[in-house]
């Protein structure tokens, strides 16, 4: 128990000084220097609670994802059945309880359209999995219903573009070292250190921008407009309100068909109208989207249309002359900043679903300071009181203990670094509990020994004995902190997993200095001295 | 060197000659805890109920001007504020629940939160605003239904353990400890009304922790003890057990007891909550190590001839110095 051979002692030599040495660049960098570049230096970030900055929790509907896969099929359906070698007719579409279903007009088709839906409906997964199921009721009736696996799938590709988005912009802000990360099923976690405007984030994030240009439906009865009834084939689509008054209100009727959407683009910029000086947002189309955009200005010149923003009408311009170039000026009553918020968020691409904030945490850089300061004084002054205690109750011993004291800090830190993990404000708290409870097992050896050289035993065997009868109690006290500390981990969000973190870091680094390192030193006091009575 | 020794070699007090005083105390005050605690409730914070809160620290005043500050926030239309003095008198947490419609239209939380800052700078210019936290309804259940998830699931994992590593009654008398200590810091907090948020969780789930450690260092010094006395009545055997230990208890004790108060005096005032949830943990704790996990024991009938004598290293070459002698 007592014996520990050169090589063992090299290599826990090694292992601490390993982990004290991945502290260095981050306490470093607290005292306002830096190592030499060139050298790897591990940090350890520090939560947003430290260092202020906003935390948005982004959640998408689940349902809007599978709404709009029926859309689409609906429309993918219609252009099968039309552009077939031989065209199949088919009655309407009806999108409703989830499925897509129709009528095939006549009934010996049924078969060819089946044949036509099979690219469809089988699933781009190499599985083999049907991402829909097809369905013959009644001889023609054909109903698709989307599988649970089409629909996880849809749901989770919709979500990994949804975070790439969320990425592009917020980097077109250009705060420093945002993380984005995907949740769950259906959630995004952003969180930006040191950001001054939440809200501005917040808007940009908000948007899905899905830009269309529809024609407005000019022979729709504005009385009809206004109770919100759409002649047939169109559709009511409200006004946006304006970001000056916030006032809203007012609709037009625009047609269902024959648009375009707005989402392949090159470019978008913020500028300004030359004539009237108000800001508005310039687009560049890549090609395919500039051709069918040049289509639909030729085809309806004289005509107005209507540029939709997130399914609201920002202006409806009545088209004067083709425009063949690619580039278009979207107008709207903007502000500069709007102007530009959606600039940046066209050039990122549109949401494929919509995001909303359903949880915010913002901490103001002040705070955050503030507390790593007094963090810092308490855990130093904690730490000064609790050595003394130490030396003045077991003297030499209490020296080892708080030698593992030291190196136990320096350790946490290391590994943390190395981790990468973030230090958060209940982490501090972990910290300064590890600590304490660090000691415990120290204590708990100390006193043992104490007890067995008031039984009479040797100082060799006393010290022995101290070890491998405090081990038991000191493995299965920490053996429940790992529980406790895991299913913190495991069903705590945000500051509890920061605290559980250190909490498992400090256990086992705990276990290392406090028990194995401390009994490598008094082995080698115990070699070297040969004390033949102990204080203690 | 004269070293400080807290506890005197051979202290023998005779700590369970009083148990059933003390298990009657305790139970009443488990049911006071969890009367006060459905009678007043929790003092529930954004985290667990929604809303938004806004912490503000006045920087030129002593002390926050909270009934004004509850008549101006009043008067905006957003309902009654809960509003909190907390760690020092100029710092305050001003609680709201979130307006109708918020969970359509985001926008309607922000310009609460605009709204209510700038009526506060308008009176005050020395107010900062340290932070706004806005949780959604939704949000708020998960987060409290995870929270209960994380601290049930501790409470009996670690049962589960400790029956395993020791006997049965063990885990029982683990497990009632643990109940008596959570319910009584729940208890405070209801009875202080002082906020109850996710950090508090945190703070419950560590003085199990600690609570379990002490717990674990008596039961073990028991099991030995069961191994060495196999003829010692009970009641003596867990006295002699726990007045073996508690050198050890109360040097332990103040050690954690000195970082604690350091956190709690000097530390950021934000984790006020939390660490003084987790030093009132450390008396409830040791206490119910010895007057709630150890007398059940008694009762529960726990008997030697479930241990098996094993002799260390130590004591086999020792007996056999003995015998040569």
Known sequence: ?536 | MKLLKLVPDNTNIRFLRWRVPFYVVSTLLILASWGLILTKGLNLGVDFVGGQMIRVTFERTAEAPVTELRQTVGQLGYGEPIIQQFGKPNEVSIRMKLPEGSEQNTDLADQMARKITASIKAGHPDARIDGVDSVSGKVSGELFKTGMQALIAAVIAISIYIWVRFEWQFGVGALYALVHDVSLTLGMFALTQMEFDLNIVAAILTLIGYSLNDTIVVYDRIRENLKKYRRMPMPELLDLSVNETLSRTIVTSLSVLITLLALLLLGPNVIFGFTAAITLGIFVGTYSSVYMAAPILIWLKVSSSSFVQVESEIERQERLAREKA
């Not at chain 1, 065997?461 to 491998?468: H, L």
Request: proline fraction near 5%; glycine fraction near 10%.
């Open chain 1, 1 to 536: 128990m007592l014996d520990f051979p050169r090589w063992k002692q090299l290599w826990l030599w090694s292992i601490t000084l390993l982990a004290c040495l991945a502290a260095l660049p981050s306490l470093v960098s607290v005292g306002g220097m830096s190592l030499p570049q060139g050298l790897p230096s591990p940090m350890i970030n520090l939560g947003l609670d430290l260092a202020g900055g906003s935390h948005i929790l982004l959640e998408a509907n689940p349902e809007q994802v599978k709404r709009q896969r029926l859309e689409t099929m609906e429309e993918d359906v219609r252009a099968r059945m039309r552009n077939a070698d031989k065209p199949i007719r088919i009655g309407e579409i009806s999108t409703k309880d989830g499925t897509v279903s129709f009528m095939v007009a006549d009934p010996g088709q049924v078969d060819a359209a089946r044949e036509e839906l099979q690219t469809l409906t089988s699933g781009a997964q190499l599985t083999g999995q049907r991402d829909w199921d097809l369905q013959v009721l009644d001889g023609n009736r054909i109903v698709l219903k989307p599988t649970q696996a089409g629909i996880d799938l849809a749901i989770s590709q919709a979500m990994d573009t949804a975070t790439e988005v969320v990425r592009k912009r917020i980097d077109a802000l250009g705060t420093r070292e945002p993380t984005i990360i995907r949740q769950g099923e259906n959630r995004i976690v952003v969180q930006v250190p040191g950001l001054k405007d939440p809200a501005a984030l917040k808007n940009l994030l908000g948007q899905t921008a899905k830009l269309e240009f529809k024609l407005v439906d000019s022979l729709a009865l504005p009385s009809d407009v206004a109770q919100g009834i759409a002649p047939p084939g169109s559709e009511i689509v409200p006004l946006v309100a304006d970001p000056r008054t916030g006032q809203t209100g007012g609709a037009i009727a625009v047609k269902r068909l024959g648009g375009i959407k707005g989402d392949r683009l090159t470019n978008a910029q913020q500028g300004f109208d030359q004539q009237t000086n108000e800001a508005i947002v310039t687009i560049t189309f890549d090609q395919q989207g500039g051709a069918k955009f040049a289509k639909l200005t030729t085809e309806n010149v004289g005509k107005p249309f209507a540029i939709i923003l997130d399914g609201k009408v920002l202006s409806s311009p009545v088209i004067n002359e083709p425009i063949i170039g690619g580039t278009a000026r979207i107008s709207g009553s903007f502000t500069v900043e709007s102007a530009n918020q959606l600039a940046i968020a066209l050039r990122s691409g549109a949401l494929p679903v919509d995001l909303k904030v359903v949880e915010e945490r913002s901490v103001g850089p002040d705070l955050g300071a503030d507390s790593i300061e007094k963090g810092m004084i308490a855990f130093g002054a904690g730490t000064l009181a609790l050595m003394l205690f130490m030396l003045i109750t077991y003297g030499r011993f209490g020296f080892y203990t708080n030698a593992a004291l030291i190196l136990n800090t320096l350790m946490i830190l290391g590994i943390m670094a190395i981790m990468n993990t973030t230090l958060t404000l209940p982490g501090i708290a972990g910290f300064v509990l590890t600590i304490g409870a660090a000691v415990d097992a120290n204590v708990l050896i100390n006193e043992r020994i104490r007890e067995e050289r008031a039984r009479g035993r040797k100082v060799i065997q006393a010290v022995e004995m101290g070890y491998t009868e405090a081990s038991r109690a000191i493995f299965d006290a920490n053996i429940t902190n790992v529980i406790a500390a895991t299913l913190m981990f495991l069903f705590g969000s945000g500051p509890v997993r920061g605290f559980a973190i250190v909490l498992m870091i400090g256990i086992a680094t705990s276990v290392f200095t406090a028990v194995t390192l401390t009994r490598m030193w008094v082995a080698g006091w115990l070699r070297r001295a040969r004390p033949s009575e102990l204080v203690l």
